[in-house]
């Protein structure tokens, strides 16, 4: 089941990676795809694989109409909440598109405040084309912000867990302490610190 888009409406789509890793930002993605130009292939990042996500990236950037990428960073998710902080990467997201959408469709089952009009869209990913975009744009570049911090901190096996709460990596966050893009407020990252 796919989501009737109006044909001659603007439309964008947006999501979200990194809600759950303990390091890093929460990286946010909105696209306008160009009904002239379709791209086939496009699904939930997460069913892809990163070969598929990455000549996808490509693809998406050169064909959509617009595209921009939100985020908020470890210190934005210690002061508001991973909730609060994701709403606004999408805000900034949907704001830094060149050509302002007139509907917005949102991976999820809530909205951030947008000056037009908006409709969450629970697994969107997989039904919305512009969210299936937005979501491989954001997960390769999350991915490859944890593969530079992987070149610069190899001992924590970024490039692998992409900050996520593995047994690995939370091993290794025991042993060697955060580093300062982890974020304080999850709990985790607090044991480290000896603050549970």
Sequence with gaps: MTIEIPSNLIVAGVDEVGRGPLVGDVVTAAVILDPRRPIAGLNDSKKLSEKKRLALFDEIKEKALAYAIGRASPAEIDDLNILHATMLAMQRAVAGLAIPPELVFIDGNRCPDLPMKARAVVKGDSLVPAISAASILAKVTR???????????????????????????????????????????????????GLE
């Design 143 to 193: 991915d490859g912000e944890m593969t530079e911090l992987d070149a610069r901190h190899p001992e924590y096996g970024f490039a692998r867990h992409k900050g996520y709460p593995t047994a690995e990596h939370l091993a290794v966050l025991a042993s060697r302490g955060p580093l300062p893009e982890y974020r304080q407020s999850f709990k985790p990252v607090r044991r480290a610190l």
